[in-house]
Structures are given as C-alpha cells and as structure tokens.
C-alpha cells in the first residue's frame, strides 16, 4: 500500500497563534511555561489535523519556536562562544539571544539571517569554529516524538542531514568547508539515530536540502560518506532522503545511490526528473513523490498528478511509495476554511495546508483503492482545473495582444544615460550629492489605526483621505525644513509595497489570513496573481500629485517593480513566471507614465527582490536575469528622457549580479550598503558602474541615529569609488519601521553630512 506522507506543517497556527505567544513572551506579559504549554498546542493541533486528515506518518519536529535550523544547531550543541554567557540564565533566553539578539544582561547582537533556498522563508545561520564540539542535546525533541505517538500510531521525526545543517552554516574565522567538522559531527547524529530506533521510530525524515543545489565532489563524497557512518547505528529505522524545490538533476544517481530506504522527489518543480529515478531506484528502496505543490496555494491537478504516480505505481509497485507534497507546507498559508471574504471563484481554485493534505490523502486512496473510491473529489478537481483554465479573468485577450506587441523599443529610453542625465539635470537642477530617502516614512500608530479604521469601516473613505493628506503634508513639510533635495510623500497610504498594488491590480486577490512565516514572529501575507493582470485606473497618481502640490521641490514617485510584486506573490502556476512579470511589468509602465504626465519629474520602482528570484540552479540563471532585466526594463522605458528613474534594493550579494543591475538601466540606484561599512560599494567602482548611485549611509534597522561625522567617514568612503557627480546620499532602506524622534535626527545629521562633503570637493 502506497503510504500518505507530509514533510512538515505550518507552524505559526490558523490564527498565527505562534506570533502572538511569541511577542507576548519577549514583552514578558507571559512567562516561559505559558509559551511552551501554548506552543505545544499549536504542535498538538497540526497532529491532530493532519491524523484526521489521513495522513499515515505524522511529521514530528517540523516544528519550531523560532527556526529549524537553529534548532538543529542547537540539538547538535553547536553555541558560539559569545551565547554560552551566565548572563543568559535560561536555554530559552538563550535560543531567543541567537535567533534575535538581546540587550537584556547580556549584550549580544542576533546571529546572521539568511533566505531559505529560494523562499521567502529566512533562517538563521549557525557559526560554527575551528574547535567545535558538538553533543546531542536532543530531549526535547524526544519528548515531542513520545507526546505525537499518543496522537498517532506512526510518527516521522524530521532530521536536519549533518551535510546540509554544516554547509548552511558559516565557519568562523576560516575560509575552509563547515565539512571539515563533518567527522565530529557524524557521532551526534549517531546517537540521535539510536535513540530514535529505541523509541519505535520506523522511519526518519533525512532533509539534505542541499541537493537541490550544484554540488561539488566533497559535498558527493560528504553525503555518501555521512550516511554510510549512520547506518550501523540506525537499527531497523528507515530513512527518506529529502530535498525539495528543484529537480535533482546530476545529483539524481547520486541520491539513489546513498545508503537511504527512500528518496523524495520534487515532482512539482521537477515533474521530468520521474523516468530517471525509476531507472535508478534500487530494488529495495522506496520513492516519495512531491506530488502536491508545497510552496503555492493552487489546487492539485489530481489527475495530472496521478498519472504520475501511476507511473511510478506500474514501474515499481504502489507498496514501495510514498505520496507526499513537494516540500514542507511551512511555506502555504494555513487554513481556506479562514477566508470567507475571498472572491468565490478564485476561492475554489485555491488549496491551502490544510486542504493540500486532504490531496495528498485522495491521491494516496486512489493509488491504493483504484480512482473509483474517490470518484467523487476526483471529479471535482477536475470540474474546478477546467473552470480555471477556461475563466475569462484567467485569460484577458486584451492583456495578451498587448504582450505580443511589445517592440524592442519599448524596452529602451530614448536616448543613453549620458545624455538623459544632462536632460534631467536642466529639469531638476540638483546639487552635487543630492540628499534623498528610500519612500517610507514612520507608520506611527495612528497612521495604522487610521488605515484599520478605514477598512473596518469606522472611518469614511474621505476622512481617511483627508488624514492621509495630512499626514503627507506634515511629511513634505518636515523634509522640506531639513533640506532634503529629492522628496517622498510618505507611502501612509501602503500596508505594504507589493500588497498596496496587488489591491489595485486586476488578476490579483489578496487574503484576510493567507499568512506564511517569513522568519520567527514575522509573517508575510503575499497576494495571489491568479489571472491576466492589468491595471483599471491609475494607482498613485493622486497622492504622488497631491504631495507634488505641496513644494517646488521634486517629489518621487514611489512604485513597485515587476519582479518584486511578481516574487512576493504567489504566482500561477499555469503560464510561465516571465509572462506574469511581464504583465505586471505593462501595469506599471503605464502608471509611470500617468505620473509622468501628471509633472512627477522622478520616479522609483523599488526592485528589492531581484537578486532573490534568482534560481537555485546556475545554469537556469542567465535565461531568468535576462526576462527579470526585460521585466524593470518594460516598466521604465516608457517615460521621457527627462524623467529620471530611480530603483532601489535592498542588502545582497550584488556583486554576482552587476551586469544585470546595470543593464536595468536606471539612472539612479539606492543600494543597502551602511552595514557593510560601504564595502559593498566596491563592487559596484570596480565593475564601473555606469549610472547613478546612492550607498545608503545609514541603517535603519535599528533605532540608532549615526554621528554627522560616521556618515562623513562612508561618504569620503563613498567618493573615492564613485565620481561624486554620481552619487547621492540616502538611508539605507525605507524608514517605516522607525519613529519620527530618530529619524529627524537621522536625517538632519545625513542632511549636514552632505553639505560637509560638498564642501571638500
Ligand atoms: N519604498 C519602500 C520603502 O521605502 C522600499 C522598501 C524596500 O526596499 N523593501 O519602504
Ligand atoms: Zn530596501
């Protein structure tokens, strides 16, 4: 019998129970008890639904107060030297240290954070040092393993592979492999293996995560090598390779070859790499098919998905499978049952975690009891793909003409940088390193009670507009009084960059619970692109004006790029992403020009999620820079020589990236540099950047106001790699997150720090 399988469920609750607890708990209104009974719950409600659900093995350890990763650092005993304080008096103040800083005894800053593969999903990264020692430290974990068992008589502890846990690690002070620790590693994990075989444990869930990625022969070898010393250990416990998000291409032979009992495929972002694992599987191994797409919110097409598994149920016998969804459900929205507002139609194309089990559950009954057992959810499925596919507001014939009539002239200005900055600069008139910001400015909490008011309908559409207005003005006023060269209007009027738009945007829905943890507490609710986008009236125009209106000063306007709305999204999954970018990338020339037209003389489209589209895969990575280029390219090339446009991006690894951030082609760009001391700056001199650039002087995550003279210190920085005729002075990033006290005195002291660098040159 093929089994019904999950690799993880969300962990932040229906109701996002685990942020709540969380937040309560650092603002020590609940003590450590109510946040581990509470967290608990959470955990006891997901066996609860996914054993009522039909899941066969339950997953056990998917689970996390903050992140996994950290806390396989941490069942590996991995603390770096600074956490091993006194001061930090309990393991929780220490876990929460780590994963988020703390001033409180000790002064210790968060560990380093990072995007998990190609999700917006972000974990933290372990430090590892020359000397490490590791030690199971895993009771925890065990507990939890007992307390699923009462749930479910077959449980599935998730395991973070030693490969994978070491090499998204960061070894200190060395530039050798987190590898070399491998052989000290190896004996924790053979501990845990044993113990888990005592515990009745029959099979493991071994993530190695890792072999989505291009491996070199010592990762190989690292692999073959670290399952080959846990198999004396391991007892009668079976293990399933897992990895997810990508195809395993070169590294299928590989996979099959490892002393593992199972391997899980992703056949949802690799659905061709079926065939060749069925000429590799051994005749003793079974196969986990991804068959339910883990990571997106679009309902399973069952029958597609069962000619798959039929496939491999023909080829190898349904007892030796394994139905599961492609990767953990930690990165879908919870619960469909939420959203009694959603527009209906869409609604009944969409499955969220819990529903992608009951798929996972039909999938598993028709392999074993034949498709007539399920005739009825089949059919329905099957009425739902075709209502999709054939709906008028998934194929809009305007939308799609107009995509075949883009011209190679619609993807360039008119005329070359030289000469449109001599254009612009007649028009605006600049100083030389012009002070700007990013567009953001503090959403105190009566902006947010306001925009909550709004929505709740306590406060009438032309009372918010008029508090919107004011807040404007009081924002144009200040920036006028610090002198700031190139002004912003505030951005009150946004929840968020790319949700502002997707309310706006045809083809687009946006949920009322749909959230997915981001990292710890944070959680995103991204919009849902279900159709062919377009853009019924102008989105920004009237504010943009309105704040125009107020000062002879330019002021910015402010819009997302294609490639950020469209990766901070869930996107559909029937048209290539390119396409959908593309016609968001129309959307927003379009607005551009309004505002063009409107006497807007500067426009930025932020394109913080360039680098992160990026794929897994280096030799997927031209073809994707080049469509994601093409994309910002469409919605900028549209306004005149004399309009300077603007993007702005966020921290990155820039560096691999430079030729594409140059072919964007902006006039100016706005980087996040300030916690890298400008150092990232140095990329950009040596590749010769050809545009304009503004390094952000100073970070504006934390409520710290830098000294004039630090600020002094990264502009002479700034000038000795970039001719000063190029560069503009800015914060690092939007300031939204700040308050009105720190950012005045912020940008006063940025404002002089200009003024003082002028004068040197
Ligand atoms: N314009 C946005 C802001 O200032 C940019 C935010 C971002 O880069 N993530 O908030
Ligand atoms: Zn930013």
Redesign the pocket.
Known sequence: MAIATNLGFPRIGGRRELKWLLEKYWKGTIGADDLLTGAHKIRETNWKSQAEAGIDQLPVGDFSLYDHVLDWALRVGAVPAAYQTPQLVSELDRYFAMARGTQKGADLPALEMTKWFNTNYHYIVPEWSADQAFELNADAFLAEITAAQTVSKEVRPVVLGPVSLLLLGKLKGSSASPLVLLDKLLPVYQQLLAKLNEAGVKWVQWDEPILALDLDGDVQAALKHSLESLSQSRGSVKLVLTSYFESLRENLPLAFSLLVDAVHLDLVYGPEQLPAALRHIRPEQFLSLGLVDGRNVWKTDLAKALELAETAAAAIGKDRLLIAGSCSLLHSPVDLAHEAELDSEVKSWLAFARQKLDEIVILTRAINEGQASVARQLHENAAAMEARRTSRRTHDPLVRDRQKAISPESLRRQADYAARKTQQQERLNLPLLPTT????FPQTSEVRQARAAYRKGDLAADEYQKFLQTETQKCIARQESLGIDVL?HG?FERND?VEYFGEQLEGFVVSKNGWVQSYGSRCVKPPIIFGDVHRPRAMTVEMTRYAQSLTSRPVKG?L?GPVTILFWSFIRDDQPRRDTCQQIALAIRDEAADLEAAGISVI?I?E?ALREGLPLRKADQASYLQWAVEAFRLASSGVANQTQIHT???YCEFNEILPSIAALDADVISIETSRSKMELLDGFGSFQYPNEIGPGVYDIHSPRVPATSEMVGLLKKAVDVIPAQRLWVNPD????TRGWVEVEAALQSMVEAAREVRSLL
Do not use: A, F, R, Y
């Not at 990033?733 to 939204?736: E, P």
């Open positions: 910001t990013i567009g953001s912003v951005e960059m402010m997302t930025q932020d913080p702005h991006m966020c990033c939007g300031l939204k």
